[in-house]
């Protein structure tokens, strides 16, 4: 099974930016829509952002619209997750799955998930 390692996560003063990654181990990553979800505490995992196989299609969720960018570097065989304007609200943790799926759409499934990599808006 494919192995995800996310990193970037920290603590960031609201208004500020984080850059997260996720690394897959092999080039499954490359055919696979990706997607970052979210966990604060307390509550149930939710979506974040998604992207296509190619990159071609992006997808947000309305909270983060406008503030995070997804994108993909298929000849790393990674994702990243762009978050401007970050606020209080953002902390949680963050977890990259990959899609059994070449796009997402809700409801896609999940076949790997890494461990995650917190993030911490003070503010």
């Known amino acids: 099974q494919v192995r995800l390692v996310e990193s970037g996560g920290g603590l960031v003063q609201a208004g500020g930016s984080l850059r997260l990654s996720c690394a897959a181990s092999d080039r499954t990553f490359r055919l696979s829509a990706m997607a970052w979800f979210r966990q604060a505490p307390g509550k149930e995992r939710e979506f974040a952002a998604a992207?296509?196989?190619?990159?071609?299609?992006?997808y947000y969720a309305d909270s983060v619209k406008g503030r995070f960018t997804i994108t993909r570097d298929n000849t790393k065989n990674t994702m990243y997750l762009q978050m401007d304007s970050l606020k209080p609200e953002d902390t949680a943790r963050y977890y990259c799955?990959?899609?059994?799926?070449?796009?997402?759409?809700?409801?896609?499934?999940?076949?790997?998930w890494g461990q995650g990599t917190q993030v911490t808006v003070s503010s």
């Open positions: 799955g990959m899609s059994t799926r070449t796009d997402y759409y809700t409801g896609s499934p999940f076949g790997s």
């Open positions: 992207i296509s196989w190619t990159g071609g299609s992006t």
